[in-house]
């Protein structure tokens, strides 16, 4: 969908709002990481969504030699079961 950090905001406050989402793809993107704080933040107060996927985006500094991670918060979520 190649959404940007806009769209992001948006999903964000529909996230933040949502009580019936449970899974969120977001891949294939080119998302940054400082686009996703406005999700993280959603994220933190969001009680419904089980997965949240996030592969293939540039999560990771170049650096690093690797520039896509999947993500998903079913394995976050196990942590506080």
Do not use: H, R
Request: proline share 2%; charged share 25%.
């Amino acid at each position: 969908m190649q959404i940007n950090k806009f769209c992001i905001e948006k999903i964000s406050e529909f996230l933040d709002g949502s009580e019936y989402l449970v899974d969120l793809d977001l891949s294939w993107n080119n998302l940054l990481p400082q686009d996703l704080f406005p999700l993280f933040n959603a994220l933190a107060k969001n009680l419904t969504l089980k997965s949240l996927n996030l592969s293939s985006n540039t999560l990771l500094d170049k650096a690093d030699q690797i520039s896509t991670i999947d993500f998903k918060c079913d394995s976050l979520l196990e942590d506080y079961a």
